[in-house]
T-cell receptor, first 113, second 113 residues
Framework: DQQVKQNSPSLSVQEGRISILNCDYT??????FLWYKKYPAEGPTFLIS?????DKNEDGRFTVFLNKSAKHLSLHIVPSQPGDSAVYFC????????????FGTGTRLKVLA | DSGVTQTPKHLITATGQRVTLRCSPR?????VYWYQQSLDQGLQFLIQ???????AKGNILERFSAQQFPDLHSELNLSSLELGDSALYFC????????????FGAGTRLSVL
């Protein structure tokens, strides 16, 4: 039972353009969402998060949008840079109910120079 | 550098054997989490410890066990290994002001032959 889904295994975007990564979830008890970035041979690195009381959170070039009614969140990267090429994981938790994250399977982003 | 250290980086062993993976959390973090990532899968939560006590459990096999020691480092023990246990095992820690953000180590790649 995949509670967090990233339906696009890969995405290619031209440098300077917007990258949009999507994530859907099924559990309405999730109230905290995170995006992690992972380079090869490294562990996931925290990128940005959003709590269910907000619908948008921005940090520099990265913005996360949350649509609770659709159980959908997205990560926007503007402008995309070649260094953004990595695997992006969406994660959810019912913080502070439990402490575990439920991860999606990831989207491999390639930013073309 | 996340501040979370995992050893060893790589481990090759045979079916039926037992191995121990070690994790040192970030300085001051009381919580340690273990995740398993199989090929092309998301990270699957295994278990969490908080200040030496088990706090949450995921789909961890009975052949797997973990503990957190008084110095807060943690060990994940995998026994009676099977081919399907080959995976990346990540440790994460959390604590301090951003208690709901987990910081990941670089992982241990386990190959069972």
């Amino acid at each position: 039972d995949q509670q967090v889904k990233q339906n696009s295994p890969s995405l290619s975007v031209q440098e300077g353009r917007i990258s949009i990564l999507n994530c859907d979830y099924t559990n309405s008890m999730f109230d905290y969402f995170l995006w992690y970035k992972k380079y090869p041979a490294e562990g996931p690195t925290f990128l940005i998060s959003i709590s269910s009381i907000k619908d948008k959170n921005e940090d520099g070039r990265f913005t996360v949008f949350l649509n609770k009614s659709a159980k959908h969140l997205s990560l926007h990267i503007v402008p995309s840079q070649p260094g953004d090429s990595a695997v992006y994981f969406c994660a959810a938790s019912d913080w502070p109910g439990t402490y575990k994250y439920i991860f999606g399977t990831g989207t491999r982003l390639k930013v073309l120079a | 550098d996340s501040g979370v250290t995992q050893t060893p980086k790589h481990l090759i062993t045979a079916t039926g054997q037992r191995v121990t993976l070690r994790c040192s959390p970030r300085s001051g973090d009381l919580s340690v989490y273990w995740y398993q990532q199989s090929l092309d899968q998301g990270l699957q939560f295994l278990i969490q410890y908080y200040n030496g006590e088990e706090r949450a459990k995921g789909n961890i096999l009975e052949r797997f066990s973990a503990q957190q020691f008084p110095d807060l480092h943690s060990e994940l023990n995998l026994s009676s290994l099977e081919l399907g246990d080959s995976a990346l095992y990540f440790c994460a820690s959390s604590g301090g002001q951003r208690v709901n953000i987990q910081y990941f180590g670089a992982g241990t790649r386990l190959s069972v032959l």
